[in-house]
């Protein structure tokens, strides 16, 4: 029987941790999305993630979710929103959860999964019709 060291028992029993704290890392952050016209900043929140609205950059954009179809929602500011919600680690990514556009005033299922190339996949889905759009990571300012 082979024996291994201390060291190479930790490294190896840490992998698994490691790689699912990495994945939760990849998408943990500010996010531009698709159409350059707001600012999600995705987070732990308990065992899911979410993502609110930080920043509205669209200068012709309202300041009010006034497409909500909740009439008691549609004076609350856009800033501070909850754009994703309830999304579970799954074998692509995180999914499970809901996206919503507030230009639609629409809620979707929705998945989101970090490509290769940095970017993020934000996937919302009616019956069987999905589209996906993609996110750009903003750098964290330092300081």
């Known amino acids: 029987m082979k024996r291994i060291s201390m060291a190479a028992a ?4 840490c992998m698994g941790v490691s790689q699912t ?11 531009l999305t698709d159409d350059g016209a707001g600012v999600v900043k995705i987070e732990s929140c308990g065992r899911t993630l979410c993502g609110k609205l930080v920043s509205v950059r669209d200068p ?52 989101i999964s970090l490509a290769e190339d940095g970017r993020l996949d934000v996937t919302g889905c009616v019956l069987f019709l999905c589209r996906t759009k993609h996110w750009t990571r903003l750098e964290e300012k330092s300081g």
């Open 21 to 31: 704290a990495r994945a939760q890392s990849g998408v943990l952050g500010r996010w």
């Open 10 to 13: 930790c490294a190896l029993a």
């Open 60 to 111: 012709k954009a309202p300041d009010r979710d006034i497409n909500n179809p909740d009439p008691d929602k549609r004076q609350r500011p856009l800033v501070g929103i909850s754009i994703l919600t309830g999304l579970v680690r799954d074998d692509d990514g995180w999914g499970d959860g809901r996206v919503y556009d507030p230009k639609a005033g629409r809620s979707y299922r929705a998945s």
